[in-house]
């Protein structure tokens, strides 16, 4: 079993698309439990965020399993398959490790170096693992993986201005509204994202936030948080969001909703009444930060004088979405070391099993000769039968002790497995004993985007029944 990665992000697919592909927090669930009923796949866990959707599938064959992932993808995002081709990208084995270690460090972000994804890894590992999705091979590489991003945050400065979606987007829209202290933002969204640009607007002096969310009770729990900061707050239920909108000079949308949450309808009713506002609006110019994925702004909105839109697409061409070079060459050593770490004990586990299945061997000849040595000397007392026993079975380990820690060593290193391979040939170990004496998987090299580089075998286009039945 290897893990196979199936993915669409920036940087392989417009925002379009990504909208389209989008997994919300309801459908992950439902996802799950259909990988986990076909055929090929034993483990499974979604990663979606404000800018990627990542399939990661613990698969017993390549083909197969990129063909269960590629159509449930095709189906969830009503996208012709050749389209979902051309945009998506692949990693397998070792790849598909190293590519969520990236993307655990910010490296693989839209704003290199944001820690919000880390939290958005443990999100999704805590989904997977509540429907019993994750088994000993995605719960070692998740939390792997956020222990590398820990490990890069904490040892390189690749974070060091504090940059995220939301802080970029709050720069641009100071470009538009001058310094921020003083004025009114409105928060559409009370989940991480709108708590995270509640933290991001009370740092940069804003004088109010509004809270606006389906939920009134979470509206008013995260208005409480920018209220411990020191900024007046207050909280409305998203029936109310075109009065909001009314007093606002940013607003910054976040909500994980499947259609707009703005429209172009809303926005001409809050320009309207914005003198007659219940929170009169301290300058004209009104910025909307939108952050969703699908986006919460009516595309129209963007044209109406006086609004300016932030959006994800935006912020992908922003040079403030940059790291220094060489706080991002600190982050990809860090990478490499902690990867080469990983598949090290991976290839350790590997050959675990059939260390313990050469260790079964050798008691099972020790105790068949015990018992000749019983039939042989049947007057042997009991004294002198253990102290037999007890030096057979210390010839027996003083002479297993050294292949098998050897073995465990070289194992740790690329191509090990031939190692265990060795042993199993060498004392005729047979693939049931102890469960897992068989030939490991070897770990693969295969990897690529789909459409770009991947070679025609591997991409999603290529694989028909045959692909379905490998």
Known sequence: MSVLLVGISHRSAPVAVLEKVAITDADRPKLIDRMLASSHIAEAMIVSTCNRVEVYAVVDAFHGGLAEVGDLLTKHSGLP???????????????????????????????????????????????????QAVGRTLHELAQHALRVGKRVHAETGIDRAGASVVSVALDRAKQVLGELTGRT????GAGAMGGLAVAHLSRAGIGRIIVVNRTIDRARRLAETAGSYGVESSALELSRLTEAMAAADVVVTCTGAVGAVVTLADTHRALADRDRAEFPATERPLVFCDLGLPRDVEHAVAGLPGVAVIDIETLQRDPAAG????DTAAARS?????LAKYLAGQRMAEVTPTVAALRQRAAEVVEAELLRLDSRLPGLADPERDEVARTVRRVVDKLLHAPTVRVKQLASTPGGDSYAEALRELFELKPGAAQAVAAPMEISTIT???GAGLADDFTLGHLGEEGKSA
């Open 81 to 131: 398959l050749p389209d979902l081709t051309k945009h998506a990208y692949v990693r397998y084995s070792e790849a598909a490790a190293e590519h969520l270690f990236a993307v655990a460090s910010g490296l693989d972000s839209m704003v290199v170096g944001e820690q919000q994804v880390l939290s958005q890894i443990r999100g999704a590992y805590a989904t997977a693992d509540a429907q």
């Open 185 to 188: 933002a409105v928060v559409v």
């Open 334 to 338: 860090i990478v490499a070391d902690e």
């Open 323 to 326: 790291a220094a070079a060489d």
């Open 448 to 450: 690529g985007e789909l």
